[in-house]
């Protein structure tokens, strides 16, 4: 082989080695977790990479979605329709739902999509997606599971976080903890525009490093993490592989994620 041909085949290597492989997360979005009266949520469920406003994979639909309200639950995987959502680099396939809430409490919602291959791994992953919207102040199913196969139980209120405090959860597998569970957080970093299913061109913050675009944590033996939010804003944390199981010849990886919403003390 020619000197240049190795070292262009060197460079090629260098080069993929280098670039990042961002977090995907499963999104369950509404602007905001913590109401003061009731109201019909339009919530947007997009597979994305939401540091970076990159890559939205297409959903290949919804296996099931429901809302749990005081002890109540739900189905809403009928209530979903089809939408295109536009990140900075590309469009995919999502879905919304209108949701009117009534009363007061907590609503949870679960939402467990259909498998996405990830052809450049050869594997299928499943992100079980948990987010709370409170009405009114009055606490009810924030912390109760909701029977997701890939679950992650809060042990502080998702939607009544201040910039600076801790959020802890539990991750869980058919209802079992999760020791030792490696975990992923990313910030919503560019504004959601409900009206055109797109994000933001505009960042809310710059990271000086790639390791702070998806950080990584890691449960104690009893499946229990702790994060101190830095920011005002949405978090994402997905729990990663906590169930691993065969789909269509390949290994399907089911990943437990949930967001919650922390707000600056003015």
Known sequence: MKRSGVLGLACALICSLS????AHFQMVYTPESALTKPETLNLKLVFTHPFEAGHTMDMDGVDSFVMVHKGKKTDLTKSVKP???TSLTNSGKGYEAEVPLRGMGDFVFG???MPYFEASEG???QQCTKMI???A???TDWNEEIGLPAEIVPLDKPYGLWTGNVFRGVVKANGEPVPFAEIEVEYLNHLPMLEGNSFAAEAAVEAPQDCFVTQTIVADANGTFVYAIPKAGWWGFAALGVITEEY???ELGKDAVIWVQARDMN
Not at 19 to 22: I, L, N, R, T
Request: positive net charge; aromatic residues 14%; proline residues 14%.
């Open 83 to 85: 939408i295109m959502w």
């Open 19 to 22: 670039v990042p492989a961002f």
């Open 248 to 250: 269509k010849g390949a």
């Open 111 to 113: 939402l467990v999509p």
């Open 123 to 125: 594997i299928w992953m």
């Open 133 to 135: 919207v409170n009405v």
């Open 137 to 139: 102040g009055l606490p």
